[in-house]
Structure formats: structure tokens, C-alpha cells
């Protein structure tokens, strides 16, 4: 299982970022879709989550101005952050909790950052 994510980059302050992830692999179900992020000297934090119901879960420090969303069927999360300030600037990764075809077990897989750089 190979979670590939999409267009990180940098934005002005007070811009808006769209990330995506695509789960690719021999999924039998994606249970909760996630965005962490890590900032330079800081531990990585939960941005966002989203389950396979649809419930969803932000930091205190993005609610109000981000939206998690997921398309089971093209098993892709997506993270809409508007507002952003510089303190997002981070790496972005995103997560995924998955059952492989054959398996019960819940596996839980990271994709490879992106870097997010919010300029001031």
C-alpha cells in the first residue's frame, strides 16, 4: 500500500492549499483518512482526520478555516486549508488506516511529506 500525496508548495499569507491523497494498492477498506503535520523543531501533530463515515476531526489551530474531505471510491482524502498563516508552514503527511485484501488487521501507513511554505 503506497499513499501518494499532492500539491504542497508555497502561498501568501491569507492564500488557500489544497492537498490530496491517493491510497493505491491492495486495499480491502480505508477506515480513517488523516493530514499530520511537522514543523521545523516541533513534533508532527494531527491537522485533520476524517473517518469512513464521514466524521471528521481538526487541531484547534486550523478549525474554522480547513476542510477534510474523502472520495471512498477513488480512496483519496483531500485537505482544503484557507487562511493560512505562517505558522502552517510545514510538512504535510498524510495518513491512513487500512485493511489489506486477505487481512483483519488494521495497518496504519504514512505517505511521504509535502512540504507547505506560507509566506508572509
Known amino acids: 500500500v503506497q499513499l501518494q500525496a499532492f500539491a504542497g508548495g508555497l502561498v501568501q499569507a491569507g492564500g488557500s492549499l489544497r492537498l490530496s491523497c491517493t491510497a493505491y494498492?491492495?486495499?480491502?477498506?480505508?477506515?480513517?483518512m488523516s493530514w499530520y503535520r511537522q514543523a521545523p523543531g516541533k513534533q508532527r501533530e494531527l491537522v485533520a482526520s476524517i473517518t469512513s463515515g464521514g466524521g471528521t476531526n481538526y487541531a484547534d489551530s486550523v478549525k474554522g478555516r480547513s476542510t477534510i474531505s474523502r472520495d471512498s471510491t477513488k480512496k483519496t482524502v483531500t485537505l482544503q486549508m484557507n487562511s493560512l498563516k505562517s505558522e502552517d508552514t510545514a510538512l504535510y503527511y498524510c495518513?491512513?488506516?487500512?485493511?489489506?485484501?486477505?487481512?483483519?488487521?488494521?495497518?496504519?501507513?504514512w505517505g511521504r511529506g509535502t512540504l507547505v511554505t506560507v509566506s508572509s
Open positions: 494498492g491492495n486495499i480491502f477498506t480505508l477506515n480513517t
Open positions: 495518513h491512513a488506516v487500512v485493511i489489506i485484501r486477505g487481512s483483519f488487521d488494521e495497518i496504519p501507513y
